[in-house]
Nanobody
Framework: QVQLVESGGGLVQAGGSLRLSCVAS????????MGWFRQAPGKQRELVAW???????NYAISVKGRFTASRDNAKNTAYLQMNSLEPEDTAVYYC??????????????WGQGTQVTVSS
């Protein structure tokens, strides 16, 4: 079994910064792609950023230039650095990982989410 645990959320004023972390633990053979999603009240969950196993990143247009995804494979940890935060960024942020527990196949896992609130 694999667990993903996010941390780093909180309340920040518009224009501020936060850094989210996502630590994977459990039966891990290899961590493949990892992603950050968010869900605001009354809205569908949306992709924010994606980082491949070799560090290639993709971002939603709404966060490009403000958010940076990274990972430390030795620590089984992914990060999301969020700068120039806007009230529209307020949401619960979820970590997602495509993780192999053996040399065959992989499964997808979600973290429990961390709340990010940006005040105007």
């Amino acid at each position: 079994q694999v667990q993903l645990v996010e941390s780093g959320g909180g309340l920040v004023q518009a224009g501020g910064s936060l850094r989210l972390s996502c630590v994977a633990s459990g039966s891990i053979f290899r961590i493949n792609d990892m992603g950050w999603f968010r869900q605001a009240p009354g809205k569908q969950r949306e992709l924010v950023a994606w980082i491949s196993s070799n560090g290639v990143t993709n971002y939603a247009i709404s966060v490009k230039g403000r958010f940076t995804a990274s990972r430390d494979n030795a620590k089984n940890t992914a990060y999301l650095q969020m700068n120039s935060l806007e009230p529209e960024d307020t949401a619960v942020y979820y970590c997602h990982g495509d993780i192999s527990s053996s040399s065959y196949g992989s499964n997808r896992y979600w973290g429990q989410g961390t709340q990010v609130t940006v005040s105007s």
